[in-house]
């Protein structure tokens, strides 16, 4: 019994003309022909000879996703060929659009799959729809460019300085999320080419449009691609990291900026906190504007710092991504694992155990370190005893209700009291700490972040306090021109606006 066997063969971008001689003899002398789709003009040639063939059209109607559709099509196949062989032929032709190996995926199931099945595989190569593309749209690749696949497209995958070719654009619908895509990278009105059968004289169609046309664009068919010409834009290479990299490398280089250059982590460190305060006030703000300008200068903080190392040859900023992803993957087991959670406190709790797994593998005694570990030591001291806290009580140092809480406030300031009234300004200190301390514990309670609660008073008393300030100058008043009474009177107006 024959060696089972299978040859694939690519019928070319479209014109019958691009049809290889190789391939012409392959299908005549083919005991049985099977096309992955009949629409498509090459096959027009394979008619006026009187050359049968299969076509797998149906499937397309048969299931619900291309996927399916190209695994349905690699099982008949390699059951056909077996077939074959056992009736002492060989001679089964698989032919498909293009080139056998451009985003052609039955042809990728078939080289994974023939090998386990014993069977001979054999791929001839026909002219792509590349080919075409480049000679219809005047592209020369060696600019360089990227071949992607609208059914997958994300816009992490677009290069502006790059030509990018969208192939499989089979529809309206397609068309519509390629668009989507585009326009996270592109402005609306960016101009890109749409292409349909590229190199068939009678239905070519080479059509250019403004992106926010790119779904209204009639002609979507099996031979439609797009084509987003390369840019050396600066406003597109502004929108990339690797540019934002680029940048920071020039600024801290020999030929850069002189004061960019002479920084250390030490001379930075302090606008690391303040950009981030910064940025904590525009989220308070509830200012988008705002916050895109400062969320920019937190990033620039993690990227001068990084690039300092890099220069050392300690890491880069492309290992810090690479850790955070990571780490977030790795914690996040009830996401990209097999471990559950209804809910934000289980999450949490997948997320410690995960934490402390982590240590374990990077040989950290979990055991001999401190339960309070893990607390940066510039936190602000309100935050820091929130945190320290919390740490406290997920081992069972904590009471179990609020009242007890609330009395050791009472307790607390009855003791700054008699403080006040007797002892050293430092106790008094100690004592006032002290307050602060169990009215941060309260707070946990009551579920509220001291930190957040605070910062929303502090907010609450400027606005207020900007009202008295307003009724001064209506008044024609300076503060040293009114009292406490005039001004609580104000103050209380306020509270009521």
């Not at 992955?36 to 048969?62: C, K, M, V, W």
């Not at 250059?261 to 509830?286: G, V």
């Not at 410690?352 to 040989?363: H, S």
């Not at 700490?433 to 008393?461: C, M, Q, Y």
Request: overall charge negative; hydrophobic content about 40%.
């Amino acid at each position: 019994m024959a060696t089972p066997h299978l040859t694939v063969v690519g019928l070319g971008s479209g014109d019958p003309d691009q049809l290889t001689l190789g391939v012409w003899r392959r299908l005549q002398a083919a005991e049985r022909v099977f096309v992955r789709t009949a629409q498509h003009p090459a096959l027009s040639l394979l008619n006026e000879n009187g050359i049968a063939y299969s076509s797998f059209d149906a499937l397309y109607e048969q299931h619900d996703s291309f996927p399916d559709v190209y695994k349905a099509i690699a099982e008949t196949l390699i059951a056909e060929a077996k077939s074959m062989a056992a009736g002492d032929s060989a001679a089964v032709v698989y032919a498909v659009p293009g080139h056998p190996m451009v985003a052609e995926r039955t042809v990728q199931l078939l080289r994974e799959q023939c090998p386990e099945a014993g069977i001979s595989l054999q791929i001839i190569g026909g002219e792509s729809f590349l080919d075409q593309a480049f000679v219809s749209l005047g592209i020369d690749p060696i600019e360089g460019f990227a071949l992607l696949d609208a059914a997958e497209l994300q816009p992490s995958l677009l290069q502006p300085q790059l030509h990018t070719l969208i192939g499989q654009v089979y529809d309206t619908y397609t068309a519509s999320d390629v668009k989507l895509a585009l326009m996270e990278r592109y402005p609306d009105d960016y101009e890109v080419v749409v292409g349909h059968a590229l190199g068939v004289d009678s239905e070519q169609q080479i059509l250019r449009v403004p992106l926010y046309e790119l779904d209204r664009t009639p002609g979507y068919g099996n031979l439609s691609l797009i084509w987003v010409p390369r840019s050396d834009d600066a406003a597109l290479r502004n929108r990339s990291f690797e540019r934002l990299h680029e940048i920071v490398s020039i600024l801290r280089s020999p030929e850069g900026c002189p004061w960019d250059r002479e920084q250390t982590h030490q001379s930075i460190r302090k606008n690391f906190i303040e950009e981030l305060y910064e940025a904590l006030e525009a989220i308070d703000n509830d200012d988008p504007d705002g916050m895109q300008e400062e969320f920019g200068d937190v990033i620039l903080q993690v990227m001068l710092h990084s690039q300092m190392e890099e220069e050392t040859g300690a890491f880069s900023v492309y290992d810090v991504i690479q850790s955070l992803n990571e780490k977030l993957i790795f914690r996040h087991p009830h996401v990209f694992g097999e471990l559950d959670a209804s809910n934000s406190q289980e999450a949490l709790v997948n997320w410690e155990q995960m934490k402390a797994e982590e240590k374990r593998m990077k040989g950290t005694d979990v055991s001999r370190t401190s339960v309070l570990d893990g607390i940066p030591p510039d936190l602000p001291a309100l935050m820091k005893a929130y945190k320290l806290q919390k740490k406290a009580a997920k081992v069972g140092f904590d009471w179990d209700e609020l009242d007890p809480v609330l009395n050791k406030i009472e307790e607390e300031l009855a003791e700054l009291r008699e403080a006040i009234a007797s002892q050293s300004e430092e106790e008094q200190a100690s004592e006032l700490g002290d307050l602060l301390f169990a009215v941060v514990n309260a707070s946990r309670f009551i579920h509220a972040d001291p930190e957040e609660a605070l910062s929303r008073t502090n907010k609450k008393f400027r606005k207020r306090f900007a009202y008295i300030e307003e009724q001064l100058r209506i008044s024609g008043k300076q503060f040293d021109q009114t009292d406490l009474t005039e001004m609580d009177h104000w103050w209380e107006e306020a509270k009521r606006q």
